[in-house]
């Protein structure tokens, strides 16, 4: 049966998707667990695999069962490319350590952003010669995947679970990535939604054009695809890619003079008749579409002919398939398939042109899928059994809105308690509701200054109560750098920030310098992990409501109403609950840690939603003081407490 488990923090999740998938292992069946990173996939593999694996007794009447390790091709170094590298030191540093080749070996070899950024060159490439490859047999990317589809229990990642969902559809089940399998775990299931989304979702730009083009020259060039039969169809192939790369950039280039952002396409088309969806329909720019989606179609369609002529030729000759050609006919077909949806999208989902931030960063002609759960329910309904679990999947102690976002219909369902005592561990922090103006009537720049003042006054207060320690949630980058920057320049306690870039480190000085604070957005409030004193509260300053000003969140709201459903009710709230869950959660994190949790918005008093959203974090007193909460859970904030952690 198909499952839904919320377990806590705490409570064991990977021992309990473990143990069983290797007693059904052992039983001859094959299960695949997936979990949304390739950090949290790595853990799976490289920690808890081992110790499961410990607590049964392996016998030559029950052997182990064979286990595999598999993520994304790109996330793989080959080793055609590292040796076209060798002399390069850290590619020469990682070839004598690399085990599984992949990117986070590289990384943790690599010294400073420069050599990191030579993983570039030597990942593996999305075409390349595969099987007539000579280090086929020992291409780290190739024997993972061997290994995982010979495996009884697979670990991997969100990304490639959906991949080969949707190739097996693509190819009516003639492809698969992970070879059929009896029983899937999905860990980390609330962002299994989002892994979904970047697998469907496509984006083409002149830079897109560029990849495309670079991966099919450098596939003809390292393979020499110049045997004598061939080496018409290849310069001819060569000629078409020269021609196509110019055509489609020009294009897009006479497109974006033209261009605004807006909405190009919508499937359903009614939904063009929504108000909100209408204002922001550029139908006048829809000719431009077609003629680039039509440039890339006869331009990429020519490099792909003659590639597959080429093919023909040479198996005509008796040479057999060639794999570097098969694969990159595959990838152009692909790259051209993605590139028709734009000009007639599949339902529910939307085309959009887009601009990078104040039109710095260039036109994007932008696929967005909507209904990500009916799609994903589409696509696992023949499928086998899954299990779903997270510390965080219910909101309001339902499973009903992870279930319409994954499109997975439980037949059992079990939400386990907390795994800590919050009532005592925890006290929640509200402020009195003049504190802080309500955020929805900030929208003119006088009252925003205000707003910021106001939630820096208490942001500070807090500080200083608590002795920094204190992750402050945010919303949106510009407020957090506006109350930041009022903050750091009133208080003498250390505060960090997250930058656009960097999230990983701040992330560990923040672990490392116990009085300090971090002001962070969206990243920090799923997943991160803060053990002891350095984290002893979580301030959450607004209600992440999401505001549909993007296509997507227009088309979304859109198709809520059409159905007439409430968007506000049905997708924006809940999905705020289920953040603001989320962002609570980092608070305790092992039985010993203590702290209080803040949530700063003035909505929770003053709206009908406010108690519903207080409703869904984790029990403990309320109180309208932080002096107050801090006394309850009994952290002090004096420097000699914080020594040592
Ligand atoms: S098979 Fe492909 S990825 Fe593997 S080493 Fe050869 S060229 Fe690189």
Known sequence: ESAMIEAPTGSGKSLAALIPALVQARQGKRVVIATYTNVLAEQYWRKDLPTALELF???????????????????????????????????????????????????????????????????VPPACQGRECPDYRRCFFFEARSAARAAQLVITNHSVFVSDLLVRNATEGDVDLLGDYDYAILDEAHDFPSAAASAMNFDLSAATIEAVAGVVESAMRAHEMSAEAIAHFVSKARRALQQAKERAAASLARFGDAARPGILKVAPESLLTDDKVGRNYVSDLEPHLHEVVDEVER????????????????????????????????????????????????????????????????????????????RLARLMETGPPCTMM??????????????????????????????????????????????????????????AQVYYSAVADVVGEVLAAVGGRSLVLFHSRREMEEVYRRVADSTELPTLIQRSSGARSVGDRFREDVPSSLFAVRSFWTGFDAPGATLSCVIIVRIPFEVPVEPEQLVRHAWYRSRGLDPFREYTLPLAKMMVRQGSGRLLRNDSDRGVICLLDPRVHTRGYGEEVLANLPPMRRFESIEEAVAQVGIVASADSLQGG
Do not use: N
């Open 299 to 374: 331009g990429f369609g020519a490099v792909r002919d003659a590639l597959a002529e080429a093919q023909s030729v040479e198996q005509e000759d008796g040479g057999g398939e060639d794999e570097a050609i098969v694969s990159l006919v595959q990838y152009l077909d692909d790259f051209i398939g993605s590139c028709r949806l734009l000009a007639a999208p599949d339902e529910v989902s939307l085309t959009a042109v887009t601009f990078g931030r104040d039109r710095v960063q260039p036109l994007m002609l932008s696929r967005r899928v909507v209904d990500i759960g009916a």
């Open 390 to 447: 997270s510390a965080t999947m219910t909101v309001d102690g339902s499973f009903e809105f992870l279930s319409s976002e994954t499109g997975l219909k439980p037949q059992y369902e079990e939400l386990l308690p907390p795994a800590f005592d919050t009532k005592s561990a925890a006290a929640l922090f509200v402020p009195p509701p003049d504190r802080i103006p309500d955020p929805t009537a900030t929208r003119d720049m006088d009252t």
């Open 57 to 123: 007794e392996w016998t030559d009447e029950r052997p182990q069962p064979r286990t595999a390790f598999l993520v994304g091709r790109s996330r793989y170094a080959c080793r055609q490319r590292m040796r076209e590298h060798g002399s390069v030191p850290v590619v020469k540093r990682f070839a004598e350590r690399a085990t599984m080749g992949l990117d986070s070996e590289f990384y943790a070899t690599a010294r400073g952003g420069r050599e990191r950024a030579a993983w570039q060159d030597i990942a």
